[in-house]
């Protein structure tokens, strides 16, 4: 079972981004959050400097998208050339619509639910993603604590996306670190987003290949036992 480790730039120096991003070049994309300040209570970055990241960085951009009007922005995102685009699913109007708007301008179509979202009334639409993202924190802040209670969600997402024969990342978002991969590995994520994990470390780029090791160690266990 192979995982992706995906660091988040938001716990990176903002001021000397390209740098930043040579120091994950071990890392599968980078995950670039934008928020708005509406739809999440913080405010990063927006398509200009999203442009910017696209052009310098090596490795493929995971576009996070908390924004509200979802709809409209998230396909200038795509726009771009990113490697993946990721709206809420309570930011977006017709899920269906934009998740097949990405894909036709070439981004893979990520979906994100925040902790308190049920997966069940988005399964009929899983063939229409990519990827699926549990948030295992509220969004909106790095360096928050990992909510375990989203565990249940990730093991249900996991058994309907295996059941649907769709082939759909399932991401984890939030409070990704040493002590808690395994247990979202093991509970069925393949995509692993770390921001301060990774970037808190004096050397990035390992940080990253522990975390790998440990969530395919956690991953195997899990495809063995079931
Ligand atoms: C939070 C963001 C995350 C954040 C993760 O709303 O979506 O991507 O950067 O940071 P850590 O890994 O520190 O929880
Ligand atoms: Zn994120």
């Known amino acids: 079972m ?22 994950i070049k071990t890392a599968d994309a980078v995950h670039v959050d934008v ?77 994100a639910l925040r902790p308190a979202t049920a997966v069940e009334p988005y399964l009929d639409m899983l063939a229409e993603l990519d990827m699926l993202l549990v948030m295992t924190v509220e969004p909106g802040f790095g360096g928050q604590s990992f909510l375990d209670l989203t565990l249940r969600k990730i093991r249900r997402a996991r058994a309907a996306v295996d059941g649907s024969g769709a082939k759909v990342a399932i991401q984890v978002d939030g409070g990704i670190s040493a002590s808690t991969i395994e247990r979202a590995a093991e509970a069925g994520a393949d995509v692993f987003v770390a921001g301060s994990a990774v970037y808190g470390a004096d050397d990035p780029g390992a940080a990253v290949e522990q975390l790998r090791g440990l969530a395919e160690g956690a991953a195997r266990g899990r495809v063995q036992s079931s």
């Open 35 to 111: 928020m708005d300040n509406h739809f999440v209570p913080n405010l990063t970055l927006g398509l200009p400097v999203v442009e910017r990241i696209q052009a310098v960085s090596a490795v493929p951009l995971d576009a996070h998208l908390m924004i509200a009007d979802a709809d409209r922005w998230a396909p200038l995102y795509a726009d771009l050339g990113l490697a993946s685009v990721t709206f809420h699913a309570e930011a977006a109007t017709a899920p269906v619509k934009l998740a097949r708007e990405l894909r036709a301008r070439g981004s893979k179509a990520g979906m």
């Open 2 to 23: 192979s995982c992706c480790i995906h660091p988040s730039i938001l716990s990176a120096d903002f001021v000397n981004l390209e740098a930043e991003l040579g120091r």
